[in-house]
């Protein structure tokens, strides 16, 4: 395993050096604010970061597993098409922006704009878990894949204002209360429980165990799934009529 | 070669920081340089600058102004007018450290003044007022000389080039202050020049700005009917301007103030007073993407827009309060904070010094604007 100490390099340097690793598993220690690291990653290598990597980690990577431990700043799984990322902190704005695969597991808060645009197509779903809770604009235009906000110790709103705005397609699930006046007016809302949570129960599941906390306080309280009432919401906006 | 515009991609976005020490203790100005430079990338070397609170203490009272001059000729009008309105208690060149990293840079002085009682007396306003039409009038009316800042036991320090290069141009090692805030600049739709480097200053005002303001124009209008002239090129100015006129002119609190610049959507105004203002003020609204920090000698506000189209980031460790557009610019020097969050859009974090309660005391003797 190669082992890195960012603190020893620019952020040039430091972006030159790790796209020359042959390693497969790489350590980076003391990051503090270095974008692009694992940026355009295709290859299924093994990164632990530790500190706080900068703007678009794992920006249009496909196939990289990550995990930080600490926070990560904004743009993080930017257009991402495949892979896996832990944060075992919080994340700043656009987290999962344009995300078209792979997974984003944030154990505490994120920022504005999580999830937005995000987008699937046949095997690619992308899936967000959120343990805290979320800014405004989350899943916002968002096309396809899933979203779970949990808001575990978070003093916050669980989701900000317009949630879901111009979404048309993919999946929101809340857990307990939150308020509905944040969410968009189109969006469909039904609790759920039981065998109806089966589609997210394994991301639950793996949720409580990278960060450890019991799957059974997760699943103490309702859940509730977004998603859009009809295939073409906005068809007759300015038309007046769908043709 | 050299590659034109268009055929390069500049991955900046300016980035503002600040460093609070509400217990009032001075510390240098390496810290706050630390913080700007690990956002490096933010700039792209046309535009750094740097507030500082504190920094004179031996002279708390007199108006400090730091002026920059593209001849010796400007310095020559300049100073006779300083010399006709203002007891000048000290004057001298800024102490600068000249590097190959910053060129081109201004004539640049410090006047430690204060207006003179007779021509308060003839013009029937106040001090602070005076300085205000003192500061639009060199900008405006005096070829080739530009005010950086004009506020008591604080100066603004910018210029061109990184801002972790002005900060050593300027040896902000050498001065002590309880509050530091900083920009990298990256310019979008004006020019990088001296003046039109961030801070934008006013009497005691400093803003640090990171963003676009679409609604320059409307606002500049509005604010020149009570005598404030833009004359430095940049939509940032505006704001500094805006906030001395709500709150220093017209009295307005810190809450309503943001409700002006950063009011909430027509859906979300709730009461008949947010109402009135967005009615009132409406050419004061900052529209467009920002985030912005706002010092007096009290404190600092840090805001976005309303929608947060602007990262913004905050953080507490004892008695320090930290903002910045980038975690890591906090982390690098405050590695383990007490508490970190970010700010959502149009929601203020606000540090004040201890014992004080508003970012400016209320003027002593309150004027209206009359035309200047």
Same mark, same amino acid.
């Given at each position: 395993m190669a082992v890195i100490?960012?603190?020893?390099?620019s952020q040039e340097e430091l972006i030159k050096i790790l796209n020359n690793v042959t390693d497969n598993d790489i350590e980076i220690n003391g990051l503090c604010g270095q974008r692009y690291v694992a940026c355009g990653w295709t290859k299924p290598k093994r990164l632990i970061l530790k500190g706080l990597p900068g703007n678009n980690l794992a920006a249009f990577a496909d196939g990289p597993e990550i995990i930080v431990h600490g926070n990560v700043q904004e743009g993080v799984a930017n257009t991402m098409s495949s892979g896996h990322i832990q944060v075992h902190g919080r994340v700043g704005d656009i987290a999962g922006y344009g995300m078209r695969g792979g997974e984003l597991f944030i154990k505490e808060d994120a920022g504005y704009r999580l999830g937005i645009h995000m987008k699937a197509y046949q095997e690619n779903k992308p899936i967000i878990i959120v343990g805290g809770s979320v800014g405004a604009f989350?899943?916002?235009?968002?096309?396809g894949g899933t979203m779970i906000v949990l808001g575990l110790n978070t003093s916050q709103p669980l989701v900000g204002p317009y949630c879901g705005t111009g979404m048309y397609g993919g999946e929101i699930y809340l857990r307990g209360?939150?308020?509905?006046?944040?969410?968009?007016?189109n969006i469909e809302k039904v609790v759920v429980s039981g065998n109806e949570l089966d589609n997210i129960i394994d991301y639950l599941h793996r949720y409580s165990i990278y960060f450890n906390y019991p799957l059974g306080k997760i699943l103490d309280e309702p859940f509730t799934r977004l998603c859009v009432q009809n295939v073409r919401p906005f068809a007759g906006l300015y038309a007046g009529f769908v043709s | 070669m050299r590659l034109r515009e268009g055929e390069v991609r500049i991955p900046s976005g300016c980035a503002i920081a600040g460093i609070l020490n509400r217990s009032g203790q001075r510390f240098n100005g390496t810290t706050i340089i630390s913080c700007i430079a690990n956002m490096h990338q933010r700039s792209n070397g046309l535009g750094g600058g740097f507030a500082a609170y504190g920094i004179y203490p031996e002279y708390a009272e007199q108006y400090v102004l730091h002026v920059y001059y593209d001849h010796e000729k400007a310095r020559e009008e300049c100073e006779y007018y300083l010399n006709h309105n203002f007891n000048i208690a000290l004057q001298g060149p800024v102490p600068l450290r000249r590097q190959a990293k910053i060129s081109n840079a201004p004539i640049i002085w410090r006047y430690f003044a204060l207006p003179k009682e007779g021509r308060l007396f003839q013009e029937e306003i106040g001090t602070e007022e005076f300085v205000f039409r003192s500061v639009m009038h060199i900008n405006s009316s005096i070829s080739g000389a530009y005010v950086a800042s004009s506020g008591q036991n604080m100066a603004a320090f910018k210029g061109v080039g990184y801002p972790e290069d002005i900060g050593e141009f300027f040896r902000l090692d050498d001065y002590s202050a309880y509050m530091w805030t900083a920009h990298g600049r990256f310019p979008t739709n004006t020019p990088g020049w001296w003046g039109g480097a961030h801070p934008f200053t006013l009497l005691n005002w400093s803003v640090v700005h990171n963003g676009e303001i679409s609604s320059y124009s409307t606002n500049r209008r509005f604010l020149e009917m009570y005598g /404030?002239?833009?004359?430095?090129?940049?939509?940032?100015e505006v704001i500094t301007y805006a906030v001395d006129m709500l709150m220093r002119r017209h009295g307005l609190s810190m809450e309503d103030t943001v409700n002006v610049i950063s009011a909430p959507l027509w859906e979300d105004i709730e009461d008949e007073k947010q109402n009135r203002l967005r009615r009132v003020y409406s050419s004061l609204l900052l529209n467009g993407p920002f985030s912005i920090i706002v010092a007096t000698g009290n404190g600092m506000m840090a805001i976005n827009d309303r929608i947060k189209l602007r990262p913004l980031v905050a953080a507490e460790k004892g008695d320090c309060l930290y903002v910045s557009s980038e975690e890591g610019a906090i982390k690098v020097v405050e590695p383990s904070p007490d508490r970190i969050w970010s700010p959502g859009g149009g929601e203020p974090v606000v540090g004040l010094l /201890?014992?004080?309660?508003?970012?400016i005391e209320p003027e002593p003797k309150i004027i209206c604007a009359q035309s200047a």
């Open positions: 100490d960012a603190g020893q390099y989350a899943g916002e235009y968002m096309a209360d939150y308020p509905v006046k944040n969410i968009a007016t | /404030y002239t833009c004359s430095l090129q940049t939509d940032t /201890y014992g004080k309660e508003k970012l």
